[in-house]
């Protein structure tokens, strides 16, 4: 599988951005696509996800009311909407894929080459 994140850029707190990832290959569509983010210094933190069996997105609750997850299968594609942005949400963003509904970052098999959000005060 190959994923292809894009939509990070530069923006002022509280502005919003819209970030795709679109999956091509050796993708099944029962699988799931999760966002994950990394901040300088810090772990990996899963942000959101889509599991395509029974099309439900699932987020964790620090980023649920701001965050939400979407996708269109007919496009391979998953979205991540990042609304009221803080300066602490700057980070490379990453989407990935798994063969479960998880959190857990091990779990994922497949990852994208991550776009870089820069959310300044």
């Known amino acids: 599988v190959q994923l292809q994140a894009s939509g990070g850029g530069l923006v002022q707190a509280g502005a919003s951005l819209r970030l795709s990832c679109v999956a091509s290959?050796?993708?099944?569509?029962?699988?799931?696509l999760g966002w994950f983010r990394q901040a300088p210094g810090k772990e990996r933190e899963f942000v959101g996800g889509l599991s395509w069996h029974g099309g439900l997105p699932y987020l964790p609750s620090s980023v649920e009311g701001r965050f939400t997850v979407s996708g269109d299968s007919a496009k391979n594609t998953v979205w991540l909407q990042l609304n009221n942005l803080k300066p602490e949400d700057t980070a490379i963003y990453y989407c990935a894929q798994s063969k479960t509904a998880s959190m857990i970052s091990r779990t994922y098999e497949s990852w994208g080459q991550g776009t870089l959000v820069t959310v300044s005060s």
């Open positions: 290959g050796h993708w099944f569509n029962t699988h799931t």
